[in-house]
């Protein structure tokens, strides 16, 4: 999913915790996600942008799906973790869904995943929790069943993350010769960054905020 067209009803919920919180629209997040269906095959994948990538198609078929994908919006609660959010579009007719789909709905998907892939804002941020550990989008995705996500720890630049994540998907389904073991995905995640760091945009705001949590496998 990416570039949710969002309605004023979802901004207003936004605005009304997180007034500072820009939520212009992600046209770089809309390339990415075109990207990754030309990467993975039309036949393999299917990209929901704009007013399509809804919070009610996320709970309905998100169990699907071997590798979820969303570049969008995202906000952290940092008092209420399970309330930090991605921010998706709906329809205004829509009485079941308010286009937010928080940490604590994550937590009720039925995922089988191998990945979870949160190309947004301050996606590995929430809080420590005694046995828990950090309690927030990350650990709610294992909850859901998925055993791996990337994850952002600070906010990140649209460009430059889409540039990283099309990276990253590219490495991961590079097929090395014979002999050779294809990469894990932290390993595709370093390369995508090392990418950056050898280009014009090689400061690591730019490309170390994103972290692999979970299995690497």
């Keep these: 999913m990416g570039n949710p067209k969002l309605n ?8 009304f915790t997180r ?21 993975y ?11 399509q990538a809804r919070e009610g198609v996320v709970k309905a078929e998100a169990g699907k799906y071997q590798v979820l994908h969303f570049a969008t919006h995202a906000t952290l609660d940092d008092r209420n973790p399970l309330y930090s959010r991605i921010i998706l579009s709906r329809t ?57 996500a990337v994850v952002s720890q600070w906010k990140v630049d649209s460009a430059r993350s889409s540039e990283l994540m099309i990276e990253f998907h590219r490495n991961l389904l590079h097929r090395p010769g014979a002999g050779k073991s294809p990469l ?17 945009y090689n400061h690591p705001a730019y490309w170390a905020g994103f972290i692999l949590i979970g299995n690497d496998y």
């Design 19 to 39: 007034r500072d919180e820009a939520l212009s629209p992600l046209p770089n997040a809309e390339k990415e996600v075109n990207s990754l269906r030309l990467m």
């Design 92 to 148: 205004e007719d829509d009485q079941q869904e308010d286009g937010l789909l928080e940490a604590w709905e994550l937590m009720k998907l039925d995922l089988n995943a191998e990945l979870v892939v949160l190309s947004a804002c301050e996606t590995a941020r929430g809080r420590v929790a005694n046995g828990e550990g950090m309690i927030g989008m990350s650990w709610a995705l294992f909850v859901a069943g998925s055993p791996a």
């Design 41 to 51: 095959g039309p036949a393999n994948s299917r990209v929901l942008i704009g007013a």
């Design 8 to 15: 004023d009803e979802t901004i207003t919920k936004v605005h």
């Design 184 to 200: 894990t995905k932290s390993e595709a995640l370093r390369q995508a960054a090392l990418k950056l760091l050898h280009g014009p």
